[in-house]
């Protein structure tokens, strides 16, 4: 029985140290997809900014007509 002992606790901390790189992996995955999740944010910041500027510049050059028309 003393030696199944320490076989035992061979396996079980083989597989406990399976279990914990998992874990990792699994913690590495998360960060990578975190990382995509903000790249994709700043694109879209970036894009509706694009927009909204180019309403300002039509929204100018509207007003610009109106004013040209009015006098």
């Not at 003393?2 to 606790?9: E, Q």
Request: hydrophobic fraction near 45%; glycine fraction near 2%; proline fraction near 1%.
């Amino acid at each position: 029985m003393s030696r199944r002992l320490p076989a035992a606790l061979l396996a079980i901390s083989l597989l406990s140290a399976c279990g914990v790189a998992d874990v990792g992996s699994s913690a590495a995955t998360a960060a990578k997809i975190k990382a995509q999740e903000a790249e994709q944010a700043r694109a879209t910041k970036a894009q509706v900014e694009k927009q909204l500027e180019a309403a300002r510049q039509q929204e100018e050059q509207q007003r610009k007509a109106i004013d040209a028309a009015t006098r």
